[in-house]
């Protein structure tokens, strides 16, 4: 089992920046994917950025050319560079990490709270 452990998220106004970090409590089988998700009450968890062992990325377009998404796989985390944050980012943002193999295990963090004030 893996436990993922975020931090960082926090009270922002419009226009600035926050940093979420992701630890794994172990390594992840590889090849696999790492990455963040968020929700806001009543809808769907939504897919934010995704980065795989091999450094492909994928953004969601509401987050394009403002968020940047790093991992580091020899300390088994990842990081979201959040910049030009805007109120509708507001949203509990939840660290995920995924193994791209038969069993295809998935783990989810406990979610950290970021809220854009305008």
């Known amino acids: 089992q893996v436990q993922l452990v975020e931090s960082g998220g926090g009270l922002v106004q419009a226009g600035g920046s926050l940093r979420l970090s992701c630890a794994a409590s172990?390594?992840?089988?590889?090849?696999?994917?790492m990455g963040w998700y968020r929700q806001t009450p009543g809808k769907q968890r939504e897919l934010v950025a995704t980065?795989?062992?091999?450094?492909?990325?994928n953004y969601s377009d509401s987050v394009k050319g403002r968020f940047a998404i790093s991992r580091d796989n020899a300390k088994n985390t990842v990081t979201l560079q959040m910049s030009s944050l805007k109120p509708e980012d507001t949203a509990v943002y939840y660290c995920?990490?995924?193994?791209?193999?038969?069993?295809?295990?998935?783990?989810w963090g406990q979610g950290t709270q970021v809220t854009v004030s305008s």
């Open positions: 995920n990490a995924r193994e791209l193999t038969i069993a295809g295990d998935n783990y």
């Open positions: 172990r390594s992840i089988f590889k090849p696999n994917v």
């Open positions: 980065m795989t062992s091999g450094e492909s990325t």
